[in-house]
């Protein structure tokens, strides 16, 4: 199945994105849809933004006054979508990706800024297929376990990089 997707990059001011990122994130997008055997063409938007734009989204739509990784704002429910009438396509929703936040998680956790990124879009649309973890139990396993599924097919499994360091 090739799943067909418009994915929509965009940045704020002052935040720099690495060269491949917007490849990546387009890759993350369509393989989710596929790995979910989403029907039809679909629609996402995602931007790269500070740690300070982050932080006023989650105070404004979540009232946590705090900076996070990513937030998600999906536009359908029960997997009925909005569809954009000039293509056809499910409007799936927004996500937006800190880069400072992913930059320090990247090292945190001891993998590249890529697979970072790529966690955090495929997490991000998962959320907007319906998929949710802050219960906890079953929902959180499955969940987990499409990212891991995911993220390994395109290459980025665990504390895999994209290169090996010479020593």
């Given at each position: 199945?090739?799943?067909?997707?418009?994915?929509?990059?965009?940045?704020?001011?002052?935040?720099?994105?690495?060269?491949?990122?917007?490849?990546?994130?387009?890759?993350?997008?369509?393989?989710?849809?596929?790995?979910?055997?989403?029907?039809?063409?679909?629609e996402i938007s995602?931007?790269?933004?500070?740690?300070?734009?982050?932080?006023?989204?989650?105070?404004?739509?979540?009232?946590?006054?705090?900076?996070?990784?990513?937030?998600?704002?999906?536009?359908?429910?029960?997997?009925?979508?909005?569809?954009?009438?000039?293509?056809?396509?499910?409007?799936?929703?927004?996500?937006?990706?800190?880069?400072?936040?992913?930059?320090?998680?990247?090292?945190?956790?001891?993998?590249?800024?890529?697979?970072?990124?790529?966690?955090?879009?495929?997490?991000?649309?998962?959320?907007?297929l319906g998929y949710?973890?802050?219960?906890?139990?079953?929902?959180?396993?499955?969940?987990?376990?499409?990212?891991?599924?995911?993220?390994?097919?395109?290459?980025?499994?665990?504390?895999?990089?994209?290169y090996m360091e010479?020593?």
């Amino acid at each position: 199945m090739n799943a067909k997707a418009k994915v929509i990059i965009s940045k704020d001011d002052g935040v720099r994105v690495p060269a491949g990122v917007k490849l990546l994130v387009r890759r993350c997008c369509i393989a989710v849809l596929e790995e979910e055997k989403f029907p039809g063409s679909a629609e996402i938007s995602v931007t790269f933004t500070g740690d300070d734009e982050i932080r006023e989204l989650n105070r404004l739509h979540r009232d946590i006054d705090k900076s996070t990784d990513v937030l998600s704002f999906p536009l359908g429910e029960n997997g009925v979508y909005d569809i954009n009438p000039a293509t056809g396509a499910k409007l799936l929703g927004d996500i937006v990706i800190s880069v400072p936040h992913a930059v320090a998680q990247a090292e945190e956790y001891g993998h590249s800024l890529q697979r970072e990124i790529g966690f955090l879009t495929v997490h991000s649309m998962l959320h907007l297929l319906g998929y949710d973890h802050v219960g906890g139990g079953i929902e959180e396993v499955r969940m987990r376990e499409k990212e891991e599924k995911v993220l390994t097919e395109l290459g980025l499994k665990r504390n895999d990089t994209y290169y090996m360091e010479n020593n």
